[in-house]
């Protein structure tokens, strides 16, 4: 089975400065994806990121970005230029590959990081 | 955003009671999932579907069922609830990428 790991419980940033998100994960599959949820305090959850672990390019989505490591199973989120707007908590994500069958559309949650943004 | 409500959004229950969580999506997305949600535990599966009918366990589905009779909405039911199930459940659609809604905060006294 699948085991993904935040290992840290809670972070803290200054407003413009930048913060990195650290992931693991465990799995024996070759395809599979990768993910980063944020859950502001309205408990919403957001899609921020995603990455398919076939490319080697590391994804970006304006401020965001990933520092994807295959052969470590490392998976970290990177937020440039913070913004009180970005306090949160984060979540990684996994899952399967196609070869899943029916099931390859299951998430994997780690268990969240919370983002404080100072002022 | 992906149309996905869920209903009620909240409720305070008692234990031994049922109870019943609807997802609904305008998307005619296939693939529907209900998570739960635990301080330490991140978002956990209970079931999913993959289909009208077809649906499937996730890790932590005892004491849950689910049914799927038309594409658009997707139940959740507690037979018979416990303190245990004081939680947070989010609905999600998708495949290659999940879409949630805005969640159901279950309170089983």
């Known amino acids: 089975a699948q085991t993904v790991t935040q290992s840290q419980p809670e972070m803290s940033v200054q407003e413009a400065e930048t913060v990195t998100l650290s992931c693991t994960y465990d799995t024996s599959e070759s395809d599979y994806y990768l993910f980063w949820y944020k859950q502001p305090p309205s408990r919403q959850m957001i899609l921020v990121i995603r990455?398919?672990?076939?490319?080697?390019q590391n994804a970006t989505e304006n401020r965001f970005s990933v520092n994807f490591q295959k052969a470590a199973k490392s998976f970290s989120l990177k937020i440039s230029d913070s913004q009180l707007g970005d306090a949160a908590m984060y979540f990684c994500?996994?899952?399967?590959?196609?070869?899943?069958?029916?099931?390859?559309?299951?998430?994997?949650f780690g268990q969240g990081t919370i983002l404080t943004v100072h002022p | 955003d992906a149309g996905i409500t869920q209903s009620p959004r909240h409720k305070v229950t008692e234990t031994g009671t049922p109870v019943t969580l609807r997802c609904h999506q305008t998307e005619n997305h296939r693939y529907m999932y209900w998570y739960r949600q635990d301080p330490g535990h991140g978002l956990r599966l209970i079931h999913y579907?993959?289909?009208?009918?077809?649906?499937d366990k996730g890790e932590v589905s005892d004491g849950y069922s689910v049914s799927r009779s038309k594409t658009e909405d997707f139940l959740l039911t507690l037979e018979s609830a416990t303190s245990s199930q004081t939680s947070v459940y989010f609905c999600?659609?998708?495949?290659?990428?999940?879409?949630f809604g805005p969640g159901t905060r279950l309170l089983v006294l």
């Open positions: 994500a996994y899952r399967r590959g196609a070869a899943g069958g029916t099931s390859y559309g299951k998430l994997t």
């Open positions: 579907s993959y289909g009208v009918k077809d649906t």
């Open positions: 990455q398919e672990a076939y490319k080697q």
């Open positions: 999600a659609i998708g495949r290659e990428t999940q879409y």
